[in-house]
């Protein structure tokens, strides 16, 4: 079944960009969804189809997706941006959805 | 407003069952996907099951095949999973979801919509 790698954790410091990857076998040709997950709270989509913001979602909020590696970007990043985040993607070849195990982003 | 709201959680002895509702308002029914994830208190999202618009389309995580049945009904606008012989490694919240199905592409969509989950506690 198809593999989503995240790395554990990111640190970053308000107002810089944070960049948490994805990696996945040739994950460039599928369409990459991102979550953000607050403590106690259902996770919230905050990028889909690799690129785009759902309606309510900062602009700081960004997405890429190329070869093997998917990556959320976020600019100019705040005190509440503090979360974990999660890759997802469709593996039409096993019929089911995958998610990645999560970044936990801490903000300095 | 959009809301998914689940029930039907709860304490459960190993080797049980137990039945998961979610009832959806503010959406389309019919044009969505609606799936279940499961979470293990300070660990990872796991999907677990989906099923198709009609309910006639379903597939469910290798970890729990064999053990799960997902359905709905589109005429309550609910979805339920039924789900046996439940083991402590089950003990989770559980998550409904839906996602925005295209028929006219066969474009699927991601979770654009969650509800606040429900905790199931597989314990003797």
């Known amino acids: 079944s198809y593999v989503l790698t995240q790395s554990s954790s990111v640190s970053v410091a308000p107002g810089k960009t944070a960049k948490i990857t994805c990696d996945g076998n040739?994950?460039?040709?599928?369409?990459v969804h991102w979550y953000q997950q607050k403590s106690g709270q259902a996770p919230v989509l905050v990028v889909y189809?690799?690129?785009d913001r759902p309606s309510g979602i900062p602009e700081r909020f960004s997405g890429s997706n190329s070869g093997n590696t998917a990556t959320l970007i976020i600019s100019r990043v705040e005190a509440g941006d503090e979360a974990d985040y999660y890759c997802q993607v469709w593996d039409g070849g096993s019929d089911s959805w995958v998610f990645g195990g999560g970044t936990e982003l801490t903000v300095l | 407003e959009v809301q998914l709201v689940e029930s039907g959680g709860g304490l459960v002895q190993p080797g049980g069952s137990l039945r998961l509702s979610c009832a959806a308002s503010g959406i389309t029914f019919t044009k969505y996907w609606m799936n279940w994830v499961r979470q293990v208190p300070g660990k990872g999202l796991v999907w677990v099951s989906r099923?198709?618009?009609?309910?006639?389309?379903?597939s469910y995580a290798d970890s729990m095949k064999g053990r799960l049945s997902i359905s709905r009904d589109n005429a309550k606008n609910t979805v339920s999973l039924q789900m046996n012989n439940l083991s402590p490694e089950d003990t989770a919240v559980y998550f409904c979801?839906?996602?925005?199905?295209?028929?006219?592409?066969?474009?699927?969509?991601?979770?654009?919509?969650w509800g606040q989950g429900t905790q199931v506690i597989v314990s003797s």
């Open positions: 189809n690799d690129r």
């Open positions: 979801a839906s996602a925005h199905y295209d028929i006219s592409t066969g474009h699927l969509g991601p979770f654009d919509n």
């Open positions: 099923i198709n618009t009609d309910g006639r389309s379903t």
């Open positions: 040739n994950i460039g040709n599928k369409n």
